[in-house]
């Protein structure tokens, strides 16, 4: 089998990155694997062979806007020149611009296409011009795919429910988010956010800092928890458009001194290792991959009922509070800074229940193959 995949995570060109090792271990599956990146020629990114049988063709596109048309052009070269045949190949898409360009794949050669959802697209709060675009396309390009995989139940019935495609021959498959329990486990800790940082409690963000993520709920929510216990301090890690409104706010909260904005990180292992909890205040996510390293680092959880959180047991894996309830984050944290017992069996629970529920990797590996397969046979659908 042979597999076009439309991507648009650029650290797939980045050696020795975790997404480039996962490249190649998604092309030991299958016969060929090539991956067309959405980029802009600023990026400065060159087609190249990163394993023996998988290949990367950046777009290298004028603007932004152009780099799905672009992909569409570049996979129709591909599916032609590499000998693509229908029932044994298939195209997979990472996201709706990339979803985009593999429909315009499939209307070319009649190549069935895998379209792969990491979060929910039809949330109030999935919101600004771009995702504004994306859901103006996204029930056309969802009609068009042969196959939708997403990473949780919970997306799965809000896709059905929303778009009522039950008796639809479209079949979507539920595969969860591949974790590296060992490696989160093992990761060093190279540093302590108490020494690095001064304060006595420590919270945790890690997210894009960009609006469904919300988190000037955790700044809110920080003030509030001062006004009891005025050591506790807040470290946010990730990168976004939002950054410049969060510091203002910062500032308008007055918690200068008391907020660290850490930017991206690779390592993360210190932070979740050495904070005493994590927050996670997101409006929606499709699983919630930052909540599962903090869960099996070791950390109490404070979330949203979003994502995976909403397959936890609110007191028992986490505290789950309302979305956007700062007086109900700030008490379930007051809770957990005054009773150290409830911090422990948060997290004894929480580790707990997230190993029930993560799969080994050769399990994910099978059923990523095997949806393959399934998607390819769909040819004609």
């Known amino acids: 089998m042979k597999v076009l995949m439309i991507s648009s995570d650029r650290n797939i060109l980045t050696p020795n990155s975790a997404?480039?090792?996962?490249m190649k271990e998604y092309a030991g599956l299958v016969e060929?694997?090539?991956?067309?990146?959405?980029?802009?020629?600023?990026?400065?990114?060159?087609?190249?062979?990163i394993g023996k049988s998988v290949w990367v063709y950046p777009t290298n596109s004028s603007i932004k806007f152009l780099r799905p048309m672009d992909a569409a052009r570049i996979g129709k070269r591909i599916v032609f020149e590499k000998n693509f045949v229908r029932g044994r190949s298939v195209i997979t898409a990472d996201s709706f611009e990339c979803g985009w360009a593999a429909m315009k794949v499939k209307a070319k050669w009649r190549i069935p296409f895998e379209l792969q959802i990491h979060t929910d697209p039809f949330s109030p709060y999935f919101s600004g011009f771009q995702n504004s675009v994306r859901k103006f396309f996204a029930r056309n390009?969802?009609?068009?795919?042969?196959?939708?995989?997403?990473?949780?139940?919970?997306?799965?019935?809000?896709?059905?429910?929303?778009?009522e495609?039950?008796?639809?021959?479209?079949?979507?498959?539920?595969?969860?988010?591949?974790?590296?329990?060992?490696?989160?486990?093992?990761?060093?800790?190279?540093f302590d956010a108490h020494a690095r940082y001064g304060w006595s409690f420590v919270l945790l963000s890690v997210a894009r800092l960009e609006p469904e993520k919300n988190l000037s709920l955790a700044l809110e929510t920080l003030a509030l928890v001062r006004k009891q216990f005025p050591d506790t301090g807040l470290v946010i890690v990730g990168s976004g458009s939002e950054e410049g409104r969060l510091r203002g706010l910062v500032g308008e909260l007055n918690l200068e001194g008391f907020?660290?904005?850490?930017?991206?990180?690779?390592?993360?292992g210190s932070y979740y290792k050495t904070a005493n909890i994590f927050l996670q205040t997101s409006h929606f996510e499709g699983y919630g991959l930052a909540l599962v390293e903090a869960g099996l680092s070791g950390l109490p959880v404070v979330t949203t009922p979003v994502g995976l959180a909403l397959e936890l047991e609110n007191g028992k894996d986490a505290y789950i509070c309302a979305d956007g309830d700062a007086?109900?984050?700030?008490?379930?944290?007051?809770?957990?800074?005054?009773h150290n017992l409830k911090r422990?069996?948060?997290?004894?629970?929480?580790?707990q229940t997230l190993e029930g529920k993560l799969i080994?990797?050769?399990?994910y590996l099978e059923r990523m193959k095997k949806g393959w397969e399934e998607c390819a046979s769909r040819v004609g659908q």
């Open 19 to 22: 997404v480039s090792a996962r």
């Open 327 to 338: 007086g109900a984050f700030a008490g379930a944290i007051v809770d957990l800074i005054e």
């Open 259 to 268: 907020v660290e904005f850490a930017g991206w990180q690779e390592a993360l």
């Open 32 to 49: 060929e694997l090539h991956i067309v990146l959405l980029s802009d020629s600023s990026h400065g990114l060159k087609e190249a062979q």
């Open 141 to 163: 390009i969802l009609a068009k795919a042969d196959s939708i995989r997403v990473v949780s139940e919970n997306l799965k019935r809000s896709i059905e429910n929303l778009l």
């Open 344 to 351: 422990e069996n948060l997290k004894l629970n929480l580790k």
């Open 165 to 190: 495609i039950e008796n639809w021959k479209l079949k979507i498959n539920v595969l969860p988010i591949y974790v590296d329990r060992q490696n989160i486990e093992s990761a060093p800790i190279t």
């Open 360 to 363: 080994a990797k050769d399990e």
